[in-house]
């Protein structure tokens, strides 16, 4: 038999993805990438926001109204805390939560009475490394309990719990002996990442004793997570990429703390500037909400001033959506959808400018391009250890290569230039 999967949502979902499609390999299934050639299409869904909800029920029910109409699985967050109403309008044939998302081969074949083979399948940590492109996403943790007022995360994942570090350094062993050049470490709230005294700083050390991986990447952090001497660390590891993505949500300190936020801007332009202390450029990604209610004009303004004030190089732009279940959900004065999408515009215009100002320092200067792909023209494109996307034309490139270049001109907020001649 054959299965498709789709991700909607972060980076854990589609570490995670990866792992539930070794599983399904392992018992026999072929993987497929188009859904129309597929018998089965796991839907690893979101329900952090409402337009990820819906974007899963509807892909849901165009594959059951669809020629095929394969067994279609609601598989995740979506499955655990997704409005009862969205599921069944899904016309999905199975929702199946956080609990048993590791085990759906299983429970397709016992519920289904599908392949008798996969009713043994348990968890698997055979991860199938084709499912990736060149960067590997490793899930070090899951779950979060800092209930932020706006967020359905620790309804739907539950408390922290990390892996245990030999699993991921095996993990990670794997995947540099399947090719991986980079790995991405993600999780719900990887700062809050331990097992037996070892913190997410040790495990980065010994991630970076790992012969074949050259790079590694850490997913979002949360400010009040991030250890003492990252910046240090960074610094002197040859395998840390020089980039943070450090969600700040809001400028104004009235709602952060509505937010119920573990900082202030105080504390958060304090610990970018120690992280920016010796001048190396690093790349600093954050996340921003609009519109949480209470948002008045000036609050937004706050938000505006304090996010031009550090050099961010990459902005992930939220419209606040209401979590029902979540105490944001019962605030007051919630704000209209259509001053939200103004909002999230203007943010977004000035995180495009933030873009080009982080990207345009890196031409003439010597940079390091992990290849993701390379186009009929021989256009190789990737990103830079800063998290910078650029593009060049070389002979002989082919994507999961390393190459050290100097950019000569920046594209809107790509880097541009041609590969060193061999
Ligand atoms: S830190 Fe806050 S926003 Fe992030 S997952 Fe936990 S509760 Fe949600």
């Known amino acids: 038999m054959r299965v498709a999967f789709r991700t909607i949502g972060c980076r854990l979902n589609q570490a995670e993805t990866a792992r539930i499609a070794a599983q399904f390999e392992a018992v026999g299934y072929e993987i497929v990438h188009n859904t129309d050639d597929a018998d089965i299409c796991i839907i690893h869904g979101c329900a952090v926001t409402e337009v990820a909800e819906k974007k899963c029920a509807r892909l849901a029910r165009s594959l059951k109204q669809g ?6 699985v609601l598989a995740g967050c979506i499955a655990e805390v997704g409005s009862k109403k969205l599921l069944s309008s899904s016309e999905a044939d199975l929702s199946i939560g956080q609990a048993d998302k590791f085990s759906i081969p299983g429970i397709l074949a016992t519920r289904l009475g599908l392949d008798t083979k996969a009713a043994h399948s348990t968890e698997s940590d055979i991860l199938t490394p084709k499912f990736f492109t060149t960067r590997a996403l490793i899930p070090v943790q899951d779950g979060c309990n800092f209930r932020c007022s706006y967020c359905i995360v620790p309804e739907a994942r539950g408390n922290p719990a990390s892996r245990a570090s030999v699993e991921i350094l095996q993990e990670a062993e794997r995947l540099a002996d399947a090719g991986y050049r980079e790995v991405v470490l993600t999780g719900a709230n990887i700062g809050c990442y331990t097992d037996s005294g070892l913190s997410l700083l040790h495990l980065l050390e010994k991630i970076e004793s790992i012969h074949g991986i050259e790079r590694i990447r850490l997913s979002s952090i949360e400010l009040s997570t991030i250890e003492a001497d990252i910046a240090t660390y960074m610094r002197s ?13 809001s400028g104004s300190d009235r709602i952060l703390t509505s937010m119920r936020r573990r900082y202030d801007t105080t504390a958060y332009r304090r610990a970018i500037e120690q992280i920016l202390a010796n001048n190396t450029p690093v790349g600093l990604g954050t996340d921003v909400i609009v519109g949480f209610p209470g948002e008045d004009h000036a609050a937004f303004a706050e938000t505006v001033s304090f996010v031009k004030s550090l050099p961010f190089s990459n902005l992930h732009v939220f419209r606040y959506s209401k979590r029902p279940g979540t105490v944001a959900a019962e605030m007051p004065n919630h704000i209209q959808e259509q ?8 943010v977004m215009a000035l995180g495009q400018e933030l873009k080009r100002t982080f990207a345009a320092q890196f031409t003439g200067k010597s940079v390091s391009l992990l290849v993701e792909k390379v186009s009929d023209k021989g256009l190789a494109s990737g990103w830079t250890g800063e998290y910078v996307e650029a593009a060049i034309y070389g002979e002989d490139l082919n994507a999961n290569q390393i190459i050290t270049f100097e950019p000569t001109s920046l594209s809107d907020t790509i880097l541009q230039g041609e590969a060193p001649s061999k």
């Open 67 to 72: 020629k095929r109409q394969p067994i279609v």
């Open 339 to 346: 001053e939200k999408k103004n909002r999230s515009n203007t």
């Open 237 to 249: 590891s040859e395998k840390l990429c020089r980039y943070l993505h450090i969600p700040l949500q």
